[in-house]
């Protein structure tokens, strides 16, 4: 059981716990007043705050470095921030939407 107050499994990172995810710029969800904790895999990365549940499969989700490179055999066009602005966008609308950069 998480002690943090997300109903999380904990492949879920807060944004400080993550190496290469700068924590600033990131918008606090207007429901739970909470920021993001983020879950970087192999190939996907997503974004849930303390308003979703575990196992409910509904999340923010961009395509992994992984998954560029394996698409394209480079890393030159992963986008580091898209998770950050796809986060951002969710919390103004509440839809969970794609960017045009990557395959999500």
């Known amino acids: 059981m998480r002690d943090d107050g997300y109903d999380l499994i904990d492949s879920f990172l807060p944004l400080d716990k ?17 920021l993001p904790c983020l879950w970087l895999f192999d190939n996907g990365s997503h974004a849930c705050c303390k308003c979703f549940e575990k196992y ?4 923010v989700r961009t395509e992994s470095i992984m998954s560029v490179l394996k698409r394209t055999g480079t890393t030159e066009e992963y986008y ?8 951002n966008r969710f919390v103004e609308t509440r839809k969970i939407t794609t960017l045009e950069k990557g395959r999500w």
């Open 56 to 59: 409910t499969n509904i999340t």
């Open 80 to 87: 580091i921030d898209a998770l950050k602005e796809a986060w």
């Open 18 to 34: 993550i190496k290469y995810y700068d924590p600033e710029g990131w918008k606090e969800c207007k429901q739970c007043n909470s």
